[in-house]
């Protein structure tokens, strides 16, 4: 497919999907919002490709939503047709609902949509010169597409609440010590890195890797006993796959396991 506002690519096992609006650092807006969902539908249905990597063309990873998009939603005077037309673009919530491993490889700032866009992704590995914000309250608005949520299971209720209820951005070396990032990176290493990270997680078992962000997206939300027993579960059904009885094999035999996602 060919698309407007974003750019598919595939090296190998990694597929890269970038947001391509760079001269407004890649602003979230209905075209981009309809690119990323049917690209990373292409990329999350593509069975050569094991991990995907989400990242900004230009200067910016993404710099929050349209303003005059927003100012159109506000216009429509009915909250049940303001979120008819939210229900109609990006639910983040694809990502983590995706099987495959999701990366935010974030090349410079992430406000608004763009921050909410890298919480719902598996990992984050940003540039040290990153920022990182939740701004909405500046035009008297909140974040929408998970923004409070996300933020707050990744770090804490406090600082949450700050960058929700003040806007004002952190840098990457916060968002690191707070939770919110893996990795921080030089920017000339951010490919390097985001590359050697991928190919790790390709080398695992899909089946494995699916459970493993079922588990833990799913469990986190569950009483801690309740999370457990489904921990058990999916444990139990994984260890039946072909990719667990050739690891547990290949380990016996000191060889790399040969896993075909089955």
């Known amino acids: 497919m060919s698309y407007e506002a974003i750019i598919l690519e595939r090296s190998g096992v990694v597929g890269k999907l970038i947001f391509n609006r760079p001269d407004v650092l890649n602003a979230y807006n209905e075209a981009l919002s309809r690119d990323i969902i049917s690209g990373f539908k292409e990329l999350a249905a593509d069975e050569s490709v094991k991990v995907i990597v989400l990242t900004g063309a230009g200067r910016a990873f993404m710099a929050g939503a349209d303003i005059n998009m927003v100012n159109g939603w506000s216009a429509l005077k009915d909250p049940k047709r303001i979120r008819t037309s939210l229900e109609n673009m990006l639910d983040p919530i694809i990502f983590e609902d995706c099987p495959k491993p999701v990366i935010a490889a974030i090349n410079g700032l992430a406000f608004g949509m763009g921050c909410e866009i890298s919480m719902a992704c598996d990992f984050r590995i940003a540039v040290e010169n990153a920022k990182f914000g939740q701004p909405e309250i500046k ?42 990032l893996n990795k921080v990176v030089p920017k000339d290493k951010l490919w390097e890195t985001v590359d050697a990270f991928a190919a790790s997680l390709a080398s695992m078992g899909a089946v494995a890797l699916d459970m493993c962000k079922k588990s833990v997206h799913t469990g986190c939300e569950m009483p801690l006993r309740q999370g457990l027993d489904y921990e058990r579960e999916c444990f139990c059904n994984v260890l039946l796959t072909e990719d667990a009885q050739e690891g547990t094999k290949a380990f016996i035999e000191k060889r790399k396991p040969n896993f075909v996602g089955k």
């Not at 600082?159 to 990457?172: H, N, Q, T, Y």
């Open 139 to 180: 035009i008297g608005v909140i974040p929408g597409a998970g923004g409070t949520q996300r933020l707050t299971r990744l770090i804490g209720m406090a600082k949450s609440l700050e960058m929700v209820m003040v806007g004002e951005p952190i840098d990457a070396q916060e968002a690191l010590r707070l939770g919110l």
